[in-house]
């Protein structure tokens, strides 16, 4: 499904940090607790709940492998409910989301990656879940919001801040004014795009590219108003 295709590499990269990090990780927030539970006895605690945690998440990733939506549901709900403290609660709420998307469910889809951007403990899973509602919103037809919402993102309002992900949320407004029909603003939020993406960078120029030639009063300036142009 395209809202799955450009981030899942970002997912599997991040999980495979977890997966090196993981006991410095645990180290690290165990001295913390020292004091409480002594040392011994917390890490067997934190090194099995996270064993289990990850099993789980093994079961979650089969299920949704081989299309067992009602499983995948039942063991993403399980996570969240036993394993909201691991990195693997996020991932399963965005596998969720996919199971829930798949079902036809997309506002409870929205509604967990939503939670996964507000919830998760990496920066780049909360980039990642929130540019897939954004889409998904964005196909249900709520682009004038959308864009409201990633304006604020790119403003680092409520203490968002968009950082290597911001060329991703300006390619993505300048999709939202393409489906309102204002060209000129899609062709700014391209340009922006470009000067700043990390990742995509052809898939962009080609969206820019099929916009077709720029008018002769085009100004290349992603911050200038772009009010002038429109579909026709």
């Not at 605690?45 to 499983?71: F, G, N, R």
Request: glycine content about 8%; cysteine-free.
């Amino acid at each position: 499904m395209e809202v799955y295709q450009t981030e899942e590499e970002q997912v599997e990269s991040i999980k495979k940090w977890w997966a090196e990090n993981s006991r410095s990780l645990i180290f690290g927030v165990g001295l913390g607790l020292f004091g409480i539970f002594g040392w011994q006895s917390w890490k067997d605690h934190v090194h099995t709940h996270a064993i289990e945690a990850s099993d789980i998440y093994m079961q979650l990733e089969k299920s949704v492998k081989d299309s067992q939506s009602d499983a995948a549901l039942l063991l993403a709900d399980e996570i969240d409910a036993s394993y909201a403290d691991t990195p693997y609660a996020a991932l399963a709420g965005m596998q969720k989301a996919k199971v829930l998307l798949e079902k036809g469910d997309r506002k409870e889809a929205i509604s967990s990656l939503e939670n996964v951007a507000a919830t998760a403990g990496n920066n780049s899973i909360q980039h990642i879940a929130r540019v897939r509602a954004f889409r998904i919103r964005m196909a249900d037809g709520d682009m004038t919001a959308v864009i409201s919402d990633i304006d604020s993102v790119i403003a680092e309002e409520n203490g968002i801040n968009p950082g290597e992900f911001i060329g991703q949320y300006e390619a993505l407004k300048g999709d939202a004014y393409r489906l309102l029909g204002d060209v000129g603003k899609a062709r700014y939020g391209y340009i922006a795009a470009l000067r700043t993406a990390t990742l995509d960078r052809r898939l962009i120029q080609l969206k820019l590219d099929d916009l077709g030639p720029p008018p002769a009063n085009f100004a290349d300036n992603s911050s200038a108003p772009a009010n002038s142009e429109t579909a026709k």
